[in-house]
Structures are given as structure tokens and as C-alpha cells.
């Protein structure tokens, strides 16, 4: 019999795992929501300093209410990753075989395209017939319903 490792107990990862994972996430946001907030605060006061000359030190650590930027507590803000800059997007640069099968299947699509239009010409050109029926007007039919 194969034996699952202790951390995953039939597809369901083990709940003092979890909690550890999401201590771990709360805590590095946390930690990221702090930093922002000091770095705020620390702007706010130069701020103030330079707008009224000179401040006293209490009043450089209090948030006033009308800072532009929210105040997120840490609980109700959700992580986000640093999206890469364009410089940091890599692409790997494609081989000649892959740039070759590109090419051929472009080729084999257009020949494809122009086969269709070929067939479709020649049809109407040499096989559709545009005759219509001939129309019977001088008889008297049932109702078709009744």
C-alpha cells in the first residue's frame, strides 16, 4: 500500500498546514502594509515641515484625516505581486525550426484559403445550375392544410 506523506491525507492538505500558510501570507502583507504606511507618514511629515516650518514631534506621528492616500487596515487588504515592468518580460528567442513550422503553417492556410475559392469558382463557373422549376400555374391544388 502507498503511503501518503503526513501533510496530505487523501487530497486535503492538513489544516496546522494551512494555518501555517496563511499566518505566513498575512504576516508578509502586514509586514509590506506597515512599511507603506511609515513611508506615508514619513512623507507627510516633510510635507508638513516645509508647508509650516516647523513641527513638533508628536504631531509629526499623527495620520491626519485628510491624507490623499486610504488607510487599508491590514486584515481587509488582499496581496498583490508586482506586475514585471517591460523590461523584465523575457521571451525566448525562437529557434529556426519553430520559426519554419510557423511560416508553413501560414503557407499551408493561405493554400488552403485559395484551393477553397479555386473549387468554389469552378463550381459555379462549369456546375451550378440557376434554372429554376418549372411553374404549373393553371392548376387547381387542394389546401395543403384542411
Not at 501533510?7 to 496546522?16: E, L, Q, R
Not at 502594509?33 to 509629526?60: C, D, F, L, W
Not at 517591460?86 to 525562437?94: N, R, S, V
Request: hydrophobic content about 40%.
Amino acid at each position: 500500500a502507498m503511503s501518503a506523506p503526513e501533510s496530505v491525507k487523501g487530497g486535503i492538505p492538513n489544516m496546522a498546514n494551512l494555518a501555517k500558510i496563511v499566518n505566513l501570507i498575512e504576516s508578509n502583507v502586514r509586514a509590506e502594509g506597515e512599511q507603506e504606511e511609515r513611508e506615508e507618514e514619513e512623507e507627510e511629515a516633510a510635507a508638513e515641515e516645509t508647508s509650516k516650518g516647523s513641527v513638533s514631534a508628536a504631531g509629526s506621528s499623527v495620520r491626519l484625516a485628510s491624507s490623499s492616500a486610504p488607510r487599508r487596515s491590514g486584515i481587509s487588504s488582499s496581496y498583490v505581486p508586482k506586475t514585471p515592468q517591460l523590461e523584465e518580460i523575457i521571451f525566448a528567442k525562437p529557434t529556426c525550426t519553430e520559426r519554419f513550422a510557423r511560416y508553413f503553417v501560414i503557407v499551408i492556410y493561405l493554400c488552403g484559403l485559395c484551393c477553397l475559392g479555386f473549387f468554389l469558382s469552378i463550381y459555379h463557373i462549369f456546375f451550378w445550375d440557376s434554372r429554376m422549376p418549372p411553374v404549373f400555374k393553371g392548376q387547381k391544388k387542394a389546401p395543403a392544410f384542411g
